[in-house]
């Protein structure tokens, strides 16, 4: 986006017109938006009680830890599930905070309204109390996003971050866009603006959360900030080919296909995930802590993407297992083990 010499946007051909983000809906853009609905609408069929409790709070353990993961956190599920428990947690206390105030950041989800900023100022506060000394408050100086020592983009002027914020609340409000293309729209122009000093990865992805669950409650439990983070380069890339190109089509794009892919787990493996074939082989051989080649080995398997996408990825995401390095998902020391009995059993408790 290219700024006027007193800090506006390129978005508007004249300062009077309304405020509208640059982006292109592309075919691409069309297919995902079908697609993502469609199977909201097969989830949305079955009812609420096709999600059980010990699903529930295990996606929102997810999201919270890919959030806070991509931010450099290095809390595991299993810690960010004991700190929701109130139980005591050994880790670096900026991190416990981080994870605290994110829990309750999330537990206030259903009261927002996506479109205020009383809101938008009041769930920033939540989010990083005991972390900014601004918290709640849009930022008073410049800012840049920093990428291997160098400067990837530098933000708009402070003095402008509320008239654009004021625009982009506004659109939002106003716009007849579907909600999964306003919402990747918001998410990728509130980076741009970057309007606070910290946590400004972690609100926006908290807001377009917010926004799909103003479309459908399902959101709310959909952990696509899981899936984000697993692709994180990509998630990064997205933004700034949309900054280079000042056209955020790139960014919708990218996070269209996050939500298809976590809606689609989400979807799959609700058909009792414990009960289909794939998923009941894996956890048959599951014993103690394996790897992905000793998982495939005992199952007889070759082909690595059958693997992931009908054994390894709906059991994680049905959450009977988990990863024994959660914060470096592909590494080659990574391996797996079963936690279905031990968090049924924390339910029980």
Request: some cysteine; aromatic content about 8%.
């Amino acid at each position: 986006m290219t700024f006027y010499e007193d800090g506006g946007s390129m978005s508007r051909t004249n300062k009077k017109d309304a405020y509208h983000p640059p982006f292109t809906i592309t075919p691409q853009i069309l297919r995902l938006v079908a697609e993502i609905s469609e199977t909201v609408g097969h989830i949305s069929a079955r009812g609420e009680g096709v999600l059980d409790l010990h699903l529930r709070r295990t996606n929102r353990i997810r999201t919270i830890q890919g959030s806070l993961a991509i931010e450099g956190n290095t809390l595991s599920e299993e810690q960010i599930a004991a700190i929701l428990d109130g139980k005591r947690v050994i880790a670096p206390l900026r991190e416990i905070q981080e994870a605290k105030n994110a829990i309750a950041a999330y537990d206030r989800l259903e009261q927002w309204n996506p479109h205020s900023e009383t809101d938008l100022l009041t769930a920033h506060n939540i989010l990083m109390v005991g972390l900014a000394g601004d918290a709640g408050h849009y930022r008073s100086g410049g800012v840049g996003v920093m990428g291997g020592g160098q400067v990837l983009h530098m933000a708009p002027p402070a003095k402008r971050v509320p008239i654009l914020m004021g625009d982009l609340l506004l659109w939002l409000a106003s716009t007849d866009y579907h909600p999964l293309v306003a919402s990747s729209v918001f998410h990728y122009e509130f980076e741009f603006i970057h309007p606070f000093s910290d946590g400004n990865g972690r609100m926006g992805r908290l807001w377009q959360t917010l926004i799909l669950y103003r479309w459908n409650a399902l959101f709310a439990r959909i952990p696509v900030e899981s899936l984000i983070y697993e692709h994180q380069s990509e998630y990064y890339e997205a933004i700034q080919q949309s900054t280079a190109k000042t056209n955020c089509s790139p960014f919708i794009e990218f996070m269209l296909t996050m939500i298809q892919g976590a809606v689609h787990a989400f979807y799959t493996p609700q058909v009792a995930p414990q009960d289909t074939p794939q998923v009941k082989r894996l956890l048959a051989v599951l014993t103690g802590e394996m790897t992905r080649d000793e998982l495939q080995t005992a199952l007889g398997l070759k082909d690595r993407k059958s693997f992931r996408e009908r054994y390894l990825l709906p059991a994680l995401q049905a959450g009977l297992i988990e990863m024994t390095i959660p914060s470096k998902p592909n590494s080659r020391m990574q391996k797996y083990r079963p936690i279905f009995l031990q968090l049924t059993g924390r339910m029980l408790e």
